[in-house]
DNA sequence: AAGAATCTTAAAATTTCCTTAAAAGAACCG
DNA sequence: CGGTTCTTTTAAGGAAATTTTAAGATTCTT
């Protein structure tokens, strides 16, 4: 899953980086709102964490600017004020929730959740077939048995089960779960998707995740 | 919590009824042992305050009994002697703790809290599976030795094994052990880590602290 | 059967972690 | 205070695991 953070503290903005990453995120930084559009134009989110108080074009105006211009992107925003007045601003503009500063990295990160959640009310455990994986120990269980995967290994899993049925594009892997944005040619994704194959299938010969020639791969229950 | 006060004068009895209700808990006297081994056998008491020196059935004997009959119901008892004999004695006899005659009232009251502290669900003794840490006392116990640790190495483990099963991520550690909510770049939870390792693992050469690449750190049981 | 896409494997490159030693900081004690 | 000891933090080289690259084998499509 794709995050994108819009905030000009390096402080901070490391800080959350180096935590999303730990719970298997991709993550952007842009240091001003400027940057931050030009972002969220060019990629494609799951979430975007919006700083109010920011260099260039207000952290409000960004939130305008997104909703306008597409998505249904869901943005939480960081704030140091907290009165009611700014929060209803914010809300008003297109925000999803926010959190006021100082905040607890947990706190954050089970906003996040939430908001990612879809909308048939999921919870930190993602099921296809056979195959269990829970967000919050990072464990994930195959054929009733536990089974060690990489982070990398971890977050293509996500993305393919968070899709599940649905055909995940090489692109669009490589945007969400490697953080490129630029066209590569590599084979990372083969690899990995055999790394996952080799660790998840049961003996059947019958991959769970399927080739799609010329397109990508899609998770499917039998 | 209902607490049965088995206790023959009557001046002190009345002052601990008056004190404890005051603090709220239920209190019933029994002015002998047969009395009390009465009430202790019809009702549900969460604690008893058992008085060595009593008419009839002497104090010790009330307890023997007590601890036959049923239960791991907490017994403080109340002694004017307090050689080392009587108290190891009492203790034997199946007393959870004791206190010296004349006391004072708050320091009853928190032995009492300490005997019902565990009762009422928080757990002031942590355990996984050969590690287990007394959170009051601040001991730790690993293959049936004890061993010393650093305040840091102690609220580490504390953290780690109240979070047993589920990844404890390097922010979540700094921001939990270090009380850091800011981006740090340190190394210290590698040390700290190998500093409980080298502590607490016997030398099967597998340690209950399992590293997840990445993210952190999780302990676990076999 | 030829070409393209994907699979598989092995090894290189990179990142993360472990371990150790020493510096910096606190607490203790005369 | 001044020294001593214990704790905490920093730093760095080596070890280990992950990630990426690369290349030959295999499968699929036409």
Redo the contacts between chains.
């Keep these: 899953m794709r995050i994108l953070i819009v905030e000009d503290e ?3 903005s ?2 959350l980086k ?2 999303l ?4 995120f991709a993550v952007d930084l842009a240091p001003d709102g400027n940057k931050g559009l030009e972002l969220s134009a060019v990629n494609d989110y799951d979430l975007v964490l919006l700083d109010w108080m920011i260099p260039g074009i207000s952290g409000i105006e960004v939130c305008r600017q997104i909703r306008k211009s597409n998505s249904s992107i869901p943005i939480i925003f960081l704030t140091a004020k907290d009165t009611v007045s700014d929060i209803v601003f914010g809300l008003e503009a297109g925000a999803n929730d926010y959190i006021k500063k ?1 905040f ?3 706190e954050l990160l089970a906003r996040i959740r939430v908001q990612l959640r879809t909308k048939e009310g999921e919870q930190n455990i993602l099921k296809l077939g056979k195959v269990e994986m829970n967000l ?3 464990q994930v269980i195959s054929n009733l048995k536990e089974v060690a995967l ?2 990398k290994e971890f977050s293509l899993l996500e993305y393919l089960i968070r899709n599940k049925g649905k055909v995940c594009t090489r692109t669009r892997i490589i945007e969400h779960v490697w953080d490129m944005h630029f066209d590569s040619d590599t084979s990372v994704i083969d690899v990995y998707i055999n790394f996952l194959r080799k660790k998840l299938d049961d003996g059947s010969g019958r991959s769970f995740i399927h080739t799609i020639r010329g397109s990508g791969y899609v998770a499917r229950e039998e």
């Design positions: 390096k402080g901070i490391n800080f180096d935590g990453e730990e719970e298997s100082p607890k990295f947990e919050e120990t990072h990489t982070q």
